[in-house]
């Protein structure tokens, strides 16, 4: 049975960093793309980042280029999403995703990540 | 960037009817999918590839899509009371970014 938990959300200051992980569990992890995509409050889904089945290949959505880092650990089955200068904007349930066929087919609870000062 | 646009932003049904929410994309698409997201719930995929139904979506649920490409439907053929979420499309044809539609919220009448 495929699982996915996020963690390492929480309230944290306009410009300073957060590292959101994700662990996956019941599918072969090494051979799944993972995404996180994200949901600011009371919006809808807007795609962040992927990166490939080896690790090599990683795209962003223009919002948080150059500020977020995905990365994964295939030893530990793990994805981590390293986010820096967060904004206000960046305030979002953050979720991790597998891809398959081209689609999200599993999905994390989510990690909230609040903006404050 | 292809631009998904759904319609209505809500829609209001009563229990047992069929309901229709409409997908459109900016460019024609092959590759587009339907999610359903309940309140306080990550989303759910039903539908991929225009038409194949995800593994345990129940048969009531059918996903379709126009000969230009562009026009995408999602139907519930009898609205039962559980189905009561907001439903996302979404085209994975042309990436990055993958773009999402902005939602139709559906709820019993």
């Known amino acids: 049975q495929v699982h996915l938990v996020e963690s390492g959300g929480g309230v944290v200051q306009p410009g300073r960093s957060l590292r959101l992980s994700c662990a996956a569990s019941?599918?072969?992890?090494?051979?799944?793309?993972m995404h996180w995509i994200r949901q600011a409050p009371g919006k809808g889904l807007e795609w962040v980042a992927v990166v490939s089945y080896d690790g090599l290949r990683k795209f962003y959505a223009d919002s948080v280029k150059g500020r977020f880092t995905i990365s994964r650990d295939n030893l530990k089955n793990m994805v981590y999403f390293q986010m820096n200068n967060l904004r206000p904007e960046d305030m979002a349930v953050y979720y991790c995703?597998?891809?398959?066929?081209?689609?999200?087919?599993?999905w994390g609870q989510g990690s909230l990540v609040i903006i404050s000062s | 960037e292809i631009v998904m646009t759904q319609s209505p932003a809500t829609l209001s049904v009563s229990q047992g009817e069929r309901v229709t929410l409409s997908c459109r994309a900016s460019?024609?698409?092959?590759?587009l999918a339907w999610y359903q997201q309940k309140p306080g719930q990550a989303p759910r995929l039903l539908i991929s590839?225009?038409?194949?139904?995800a593994t345990g979506v129940p048969a009531r649920f059918s996903g379709s899509g126009s000969g230009s490409g562009t026009e995408f439907t999602l139907t519930i053929s009898s609205l039962q009371s559980e189905d009561v979420a907001v439903y996302y499309c979404?085209?994975?044809?042309?990436?990055?970014?993958?773009?999402f539609g902005q939602g139709t919220k559906l709820e019993i009448k």
């Open positions: 995703a597998r891809q398959e066929g081209g689609v999200f087919d599993y």
């Open positions: 019941g599918f072969t992890f090494s051979g799944s793309p």
């Open positions: 979404q085209q994975y044809n042309d990436w990055p970014p993958y773009t």
């Open positions: 590839g225009v038409s194949t139904r």
């Open positions: 460019q024609r698409v092959s590759n």
